[in-house]
């Protein structure tokens, strides 16, 4: 089973922006694995909290898409 993500994870430039660190990047490997393996299950004001941040994200996007059509 995978865990449930309640908010997605903002993507990260580190590599464009500051010189490579071979041990760091391994480092942040190993604990993303770890934390993909534990299962957190969610409690009601996780899941009403996680519900209403999904509802905003498609509001946002959709307010968004909309000043392109006019």
């Keep these: 089973t995978t865990r ?11 590599d464009k922006e500051l010189p ?3 041990n ?7 604990v993303d694995e770890t934390d993909e393996e534990e299962n957190i299950p969610l409690t009601p004001e ?3 909290a996680n519900n209403i941040y ?6 946002i996007n959709v307010t968004v898409n909309r000043q392109y059509e006019a």
């Design 46 to 48: 996780m899941d009403r």
């Design 24 to 30: 760091s990047n391994e480092e942040t490997k190993d």
């Design 20 to 22: 490579a660190d071979t």
């Design 4 to 14: 449930p993500h309640l908010f997605t994870k903002a993507t990260r430039n580190d």
């Design 54 to 59: 999904h509802q905003a994200m498609k509001l």
